[in-house]
């Protein structure tokens, strides 16, 4: 991680000055966040590995305060009828009514899958599975106990 932290873990320290980061990662911290500038970018598999298992561990972790099991969320529904879903993750999450105006954004930002990207090598596969291998191990687990 650039930073050596990450910025958008609760209670992560201030972000540094801009001119501290690099041009380039400008776009990626939450007080400068830029969209199109994750979209855009050339994000190698390798960078989103562990955070993907640490996402999961994380998300997890905060849902075990609920009844994961009562909701089930996936994301073809997200897609085909976004607000109607994105107003009941609000819901089941007991947050603050969302404004009508996140909403209407925050539909615009499912999208289908893509067309599926040629398969990696074999070792980056299995380097891949290692990898996420926590998150995955998490999943069977909260599959198994429903």
């Known amino acids: ?3 050596g932290y990450d910025p ?35 994000i190698p598999l390798e960078a989103f590995r562990r955070r993907w298992s640490a996402m999961i561990l994380h998300g997890t972790a905060l849902l075990a305060r609920h009844n994961a ?5 996936s994301y073809a529904d997200l897609v085909s009828a976004p607000q109607r879903i994105l107003r009941q993750l609000v819901e089941f999450l007991e ?14 930002q499912p999208k289908p899958p893509r067309s599926p990207k040629p398969e990696p090598a074999r070792e980056e596969l299995e380097s891949l599975r290692r990898a996420c291998e926590p998150g995955e ?5 909260l ?3 429903a």
């Open 8 to 42: 958008f873990e609760a209670g992560a320290r201030p972000a540094p000055p801009a001119g501290a980061v690099p041009e380039e990662l400008r776009g990626f911290l939450p007080s400068s966040f830029d969209p199109r500038a994750v979209r855009e970018a050339s």
């Open 69 to 73: 099991n009562a909701w089930h969320l």
């Open 95 to 108: 947050l603050p009514a969302a404004p009508r105006s996140w909403l209407d954004w925050a539909a615009t």
């Open 143 to 145: 599959r198994a106990s």
């Open 1 to 3: 991680m650039a930073l």
């Open 137 to 141: 191990r998490r999943l069977r687990e």
